[in-house]
C-alpha cells in the first residue's frame, strides 16, 4: 500500500469498512468513470493506547491488517475488474487530519455521513463535518441506506 504523497487532481475517498464509506466509495468509483479520474481510497487507523502509551510492537501488524481491510473494500466495491484507476493508500492518523491533507490539490474529496436513525440520520458524522469545513477541495457527503 503507498502512503506517500497525495493524488494530484482526481478523488480522494475515505474508507473505513463501514456501509456509508462503502457507499461513499462505489460512488467515487462511477464519478471517476464518468470524468476519468483517478480515486485514492484512504483507510486512516491509529494505534491502540494502554495507559495512555502506545505499544510499538503492534505497529506493523495494525498497518497490515488495515491494508487488508482497504482491499476487501475497494474490491467488494469494485468487483473482479476495477473500471479506474483506483490507488489504496492505508495511512497512521487521525482520519480527519489526514483526509484534509489529503484534499490538498485533489479535486474532490467524498466521505460516507456516520449518523444513524431518526434525527440522528441527518446529523453528519464528526470526520465528515471536519471534511466538510476545512477540506480545500469541494467535499461530496454520501449517506448509508437508512433503516
Known amino acids: 500500500m503507498d502512503q ?19 457507499k461513499a466509495l462505489r460512488w ?3 464519478q471517476a468513470r464518468l470524468t476519468g479520474a483517478t480515486v485514492e ?3 486512516c487507523w491509529t ?15 495494525l498497518g497490515h491488517a488495515a491494508e487488508k481491510v482497504l482491499a476487501k473494500a475497494v474490491g ?17 492518523g487521525n482520519a480527519s487530519e489526514v483526509l484534509v491533507e489529503r484534499s490538498h490539490g485533489a479535486d474532490l ?6 449518523g444513524r ?9 464528526s470526520v465528515g463535518q471536519h471534511c466538510v469545513q476545512h477540506a480545500r477541495c469541494p467535499v461530496v457527503v454520501v449517506r448509508a441506506e437508512t433503516v
Do not use: N
Not at 8 to 20: F, N, R
Not at 47 to 61: H, K, N, Q
Not at 81 to 91: D, K, Q, S
Open 28 to 30: 467515487a468509483v462511477e
Open 76 to 92: 467488494e466495491a469494485t468487483g473482479d475488474v476495477r473500471p479506474v484507476r483506483i490507488r489504496e493508500t492505508a495511512v497512521l
Open 117 to 125: 436513525g431518526g434525527f440522528a440520520g441527518a446529523l453528519l458524522g
Open 41 to 43: 481510497a484512504v483507510l
Open 4 to 22: 506517500g504523497t497525495p493524488v494530484a487532481g482526481g478523488i480522494v475517498v475515505g474508507v473505513d469498512g463501514s456501509p456509508s464509506s462503502q
Open 47 to 61: 494505534l491502540p493506547t494502554v495507559y495512555g502509551r502506545a505499544p510499538m510492537s503492534v505497529d506493523r501488524e
Open 109 to 114: 474529496l467524498v466521505v460516507g455521513s456516520r
